[in-house]
């Protein structure tokens, strides 16, 4: 089994419930990295959506830190359905500690053809290969591989846009949960206005899934461009937006969330 799979391996547990635990492999600065998070509550959602479409938007609540190497229980239970969409919900519970660490609400989709448009340009910059490597910090970050293109010193910056290519090593082609998974592997935006780094956690996180089936099929392992913003800080809440393109021009995802910092 692939490296990543292990990582968001399930194991039944009963009817809507899940085993799993904290890999050790994918930890952030404080905790576990929120796209591991994310991710692993969506694969409890699309193991027991069978044959309900594909995930169009994601909303993760993250309540608190999950210790890594911690066992874990994921639960999940369909809120509505309808011929096009159903809604389920998910939390993730850390054995021993009361109440769930992390919270989501998942929107699946029968998509149709249908009239389309973008609204968007994807940044001009430079081919990954051409541009210097480096890992964020934490485990999870020895699995990213990101080449910066915009922003690629997180301190001091004139304002908090970052552009990069990030890769996730493990060789595994790229597929929705993957997308979920990078949604967050961007630096945080209070780091761009400030001389260091100092303490920042997601609190909340929603990820919009635009790719086709067609479109993410055909990303293999390549590359993705990530390309984030600050909106707003004040009262140690930070807001942030980011978008996720391939490297010919598709808009996979679109992110938005909002972080607590000191």
């Not at 660490?101 to 990954?128: G, L, N």
């Not at 990303?219 to 390309?227: F, H, M, S, T």
């Amino acid at each position: 089994m692939n490296e990543f799979d292990e990582s968001i391996q399930l194991h039944a547990h009963g009817p809507n419930a899940w085993r799993s635990h904290a890999d050790h492999r994918r930890v952030a600065t404080s905790g576990m990295y929120g796209g591991w998070t994310a991710t692993l509550m969506l694969n409890a959602i699309l193991k027991d959506a069978v044959d309900a479409g594909n995930i169009s938007a994601l909303t993760i609540h993250f309540l608190h830190a999950i210790t890594p190497g911690s066992a874990l229980t994921v639960r999940t239970r369909i809120v509505n359905s309808s011929r096009s969409l159903s809604v389920w919900h998910a939390e993730v519970e850390v054995d021993g500690v009361p109440g769930p660490a992390a919270t989501a609400t998942a929107v699946i989709a029968r998509r149709r053809e249908s009239f389309s448009f973008v609204d968007v340009a994807m940044p001009d910059v430079p081919h990954p290969d051409s541009l210097p490597k480096m890992h964020p910090p934490g485990t999870f970050g020895e699995r990213s591989l990101v080449r910066p293109a915009i922003g690629s010193t997180p301190f001091n910056q004139p304002d908090t846009r970052s552009v990069a290519w990030v890769r996730e090593i493990s060789g595994r082609s790229l597929d929705y949960l993957q997308l979920a998974y990078l949604s967050d592997n961007y630096p945080p935006k209070t780091w761009s206005m400030r001389a260091e780094p100092s303490p920042y956690s997601t609190i909340t996180m929603s990820i919009y899934f635009h790719g086709t089936e067609e479109e993410v099929s055909r990303l293999g392992d390549d590359y993705v461009l990530i390309e984030a913003v600050g909106t707003r800080a004040q009262s140690s809440t930070c807001g942030a937006q980011g978008k996720i393109w391939s490297r010919d021009g598709i808009l996979l995802v679109t992110t938005e969330q909002m972080g607590w910092f000191r």
